[in-house]
């Protein structure tokens, strides 16, 4: 059995077209990733952004990501990262990322008021790369928390430390959002993949 063929039986039962042929390209992949998100957003935001435990968990979320993108700009990150990812398509921010978000991570993007993007901005890079760094509130584990050679060494081990604290606090919050966010799915009888 090819990958494709699970994903468009996961897909039919969300009424999502997956296009004939061998299976997804990447930019199939996503879209149908975003569609999925959009229609969780539709059944289910509502509810999520009214109920105290889910919103309390995406107070909590929102708060880590605004610290550590305060840290990360404060470091010098975001720009030394944008800047590296217009001049080196493939660099960390390259195409394939994108295949990493899953429809709850987008779902998540939606509950914080992230809108997802219609188009590439940046040729050759995640659909989620703007021209001023990332255009998403809730990322991949990978694009929070990769720092290259390059950043270890002109940011130093000081502000390494900031960061990678910062960063940690992020993601954990982003599990445990994801994580109820995922068993309120589970309850309610929908596989959110």
């Known amino acids: 059995m090819r990958i494709g063929d699970t994903i468009a039986r996961r897909l039919e039962r969300l009424e999502v077209a997956m296009p004939e042929g061998c299976g997804y390209s990447q930019p199939e992949a996503i879209r149908a990733a975003m569609d ?50 217009a001049k080196t398509p493939g660099g960390c921010c390259f195409k394939e990322v994108e295949d990493w978000y899953d429809p709850v991570l987008l779902l998540i993007n939606s509950l914080l008021g992230c809108s997802l993007p219609d188009r590439r901005e940046v ?34 081990h000081d502000m ?12 954990m919050k982003g599990a445990e959002l994801e994580y109820s966010i995922r068993r309120r799915l589970y309850l309610n009888g929908v596989d959110p993949d």
């Not at 703007?130 to 060494?153: A, D, M, P, Q, T």
């Open 36 to 85: 999925k998100a959009r229609k969780l957003d539709i059944a289910f935001g509502a509810e999520m952004r009214k109920g105290n435990s889910i919103l309390s968990l995406i107070e909590d979320y929102r708060f880590a990501i605004a610290r550590s993108r305060e840290v990360m700009e404060r470091s010098g990150m975001i720009e030394i990262c944008t800047a590296c990812a």
């Open 123 to 156: 040729s050759d890079n995640c659909i989620f790369l703007g021209e001023s760094g990332c255009k998403i509130g809730g990322r991949y584990h990978f694009c929070v928390n990769y720092l290259c050679g390059r950043l270890k060494n002109e940011i130093g």
């Open 160 to 171: 390494m430390e900031e960061v990678m604290s910062a960063s940690g606090m992020e993601l």
